[in-house]
Every structure is written in C-alpha cells, then in structure tokens.
C-alpha cells in the first residue's frame, strides 16, 4: 500500500508547483496589461496547455487572485470594463536597479514626462511598467533624483500613429506616394518617394525619401526629409513593387567653414557632420572641414553662430547662406 501512497504525494507535489508557475505566470501576463478573467484563461491554456486550469477554471482563478494579494501583497482590482489590472506588485517587485541605472531611469522619464515624442505614450507606459517593478524605497529615490530640466524644442503638430507605423513598416521596402503640405505651395502636393528612414530633429519627425516625382524639379533624385506630421495620412499608398535592394548614391558635399575665436578658443567646438576634422589657429579660431549629403539642414545648423562663422565651402552653401542673409534684411528693414 505503500506504493500508491507516493505516486498520490508525488501527483500533488506537481500539482502544487504548476499552480505556483500559473500564478507567476499571471503576474507576468499582467504586465502586458488588464485582461478579463476569460482572457487570462485562454492565454495560460495557449502557454502551457488546457490542464493547466481544470474545468472549473473561474474558480481556481478566483483562488489565485486571492493567493497572489496574501501571499505577495499583490493588488489586484476589477476595472469598469470588467478586466483585471495588476495595480501594485507588493513583495514581487523584484526589479532593484543600482543607483546609476536609476539615475538613467529619472534621466529617460524627465525626457518622456511631455512633449509629442514618436511613440511617447507607449515609452511612458514602458517606464510605468519599470517603474512599478522597483521596491517602494527604490521608487522614493526616483523621484528624488528627478532634477534635471531637459529643454528641447517640442513640434506644436501631433504625428498620427497609425501613419508613423505605415511608413515604419515599409522603410526600404516599397515605394510610396502620398500628399504633402510643402511650404512652397498653398495646395498639398502630390509625392512619389522610396522611404529610407525616420529621423527625429529639432523636435520634428522626419521621413527621408529618395524623391521618384514631385511638382518641384529640383528635388527630383535627391533625398528629401518630409515633415512626417505634414503628409496627409489618408492620402497615404504604398506601391506593391518591392523597391531595389540599392538605391541610388547620396550626393555628398565637402564642407568647410571658420568659427571665430570668441566661439573655439576653447578647442571644444560642436562637430556636427560627418567626417569632421578641426584645425586650431594661434589666434583662437578654428577651420572645419567635414561632409554633408543635406544643404538645407547644414544651412540651418551654421546660421546658429551668426556672426562668428563664415561658410567657405561648397559654392552652392555660400550663395543659399547669402540669399537668406539679404531676405533677413529686408524682414528687418521693415
């Protein structure tokens, strides 16, 4: 009789450690996010398999929620739509980052505590979910540590969401063509580009596209960086043609420009483009020569030293640096 006295302690040892797994796999699944309790049933059957829950499974779901709040001091709560979200781990909050991390972690969610990032409600909730797995001491010096003021230029435009997944999700994959607010003309304006990539600058979100068509000749063969909250999304397509896997060359100019001596006496100048090189002069100034593939963008960086930067290379950025200098005048002449 012996014998099948063990084979009975052995069957509830197994049974006892699968509904210990079954309720860390809860904790697990409610990171995700709330669910109803038919839900979390079908996906701890999808995980292990259907005998993971017996046949009255409610109720052995009812005796885990009551398990994991006494046990682990788990918060558990009904929200209005009937799902279940896991509000407070309790003793689970097993994520004990060292202080420098933690100092990353204040540094990521002063960034993230406004403005209309790409995907900034979904970093938040990421840092929500990072931020609940710290032990409440560890949570108290997070916020402690939150001291640092992060100014940077917000874009007054939100970028729709489900547009931004569009273009992520065909990058060097297939042409698209869309209608674009260019400010070049009063009336959007019909585009046929291969997208490249997505770039954040200045606060704005960028497509850069090499540009098949557009009313403007010039931009034509070249790659454009689009305002990504300035492409009208429902006149959004995407070609069934797989793109090359080459696209054509960027054109790449040399660049070379001066800064005076009130802004690189110091020898610690910003290199903003590729491939950047500084020679010190005795007197304090310094010449820079380096690359760039983007005019309009190298333009804009350079105008910020005003008078303490003289472009000297290309030809094509002088004369744009000109133009803009004599239409500022007449602005201000005004």
Known sequence: MATPRSRRGRGQ????????QRRLWLISRFVRGPATPAELIADARRTFDSSIYPPNALVALRHDFNALRNEFLCTIER???????????????LLNLPDEELEALAFLTSLFSEGSWPNGLQVRSLLDHVIALLPPERRANLRQ??????????????VDPQLLSRLRRNLRRHALRFLYRSTFSQEPEAHRVAPVRLLMRDGHTYLEAYCYSSPHQATVGRYIPYRVDRIIPDSLHVERRVLPPELPPRKVWS?????????????DVALWFPNSAVTYHPDGSAEIVAQTSDLWQAEQILLRYREHCRVLEPDELVAMIRQTIERMRAVYAE
């Open 13 to 20: 040892k197994r049974s006892s450690a699968l509904t210990v």
């Open 79 to 93: 929200q209005p739509d009937g799902r279940y979200a896991l509000t407070d781990f309790g003793r689970l909050t």
């Open 145 to 158: 540590q939150q001291n640092m003021d992060i100014e940077l230029p917000q874009s007054s435009a939100t």
């Open 255 to 267: 660049l070379r420009y001066w800064l005076s001596p009130q802004v690189a006496r110091n020898r």
